[in-house]
């Protein structure tokens, strides 16, 4: 069974640092794009950023030049550093895998962790 899990969160004060980290589990061939979403309270899960197994990266403009999101496929796991952190940042954050191709041929479709929770305050 092929699963997410995140990790990193936390309460830090604005303008201080996180860096999360997300690592799929399992029997896996490869993924080709993992991102970070993230849910405030009372609105909707929106894409923070992403990366192809590649390097290319796309992010929200709300973070870019703050934000930066890396991987090592090594370790099928994806990291974002999060610097400048605004109490808008505060937010459940969630890794995402859209296909993770695995044996046998049948591909995982939409797989997503559990979230980890940031909160920026004073």
């Known amino acids: 069974q092929v699963q997410l899990v995140e990790s990193g969160g936390g309460l830090v004060q604005p303008g201080g640092s996180l860096r999360l980290s997300c690592t799929a589990s399992?029997?896996?061939?490869?993924?080709?794009?993992m991102g970070w979403y993230r849910q405030a309270p009372g609105k909707e899960r929106d894409l923070v950023a992403a990366?192809?197994?590649?390097?290319?990266?796309d992010y929200a403009d709300s973070v870019k030049g703050r934000f930066s999101i890396s991987r090592d496929n090594a370790k099928n796991t994806v990291y974002l550093q999060m610097n400048s952190l605004k109490p808008e940042d505060t937010a459940v954050y969630y890794c995402?895998?859209?296909?993770?191709?695995?044996?046998?041929?049948?591909?995982?479709?939409?797989?997503w962790g559990q979230g980890t929770l940031v909160t920026v305050s004073s």
């Open positions: 399992g029997s896996i061939v490869s993924i080709n794009v």
């Open positions: 995402k895998a859209p296909q993770v191709v695995v044996p046998g041929g049948k591909d995982l479709l939409e797989l």
């Open positions: 990366i192809t197994f590649s390097g290319i990266t």
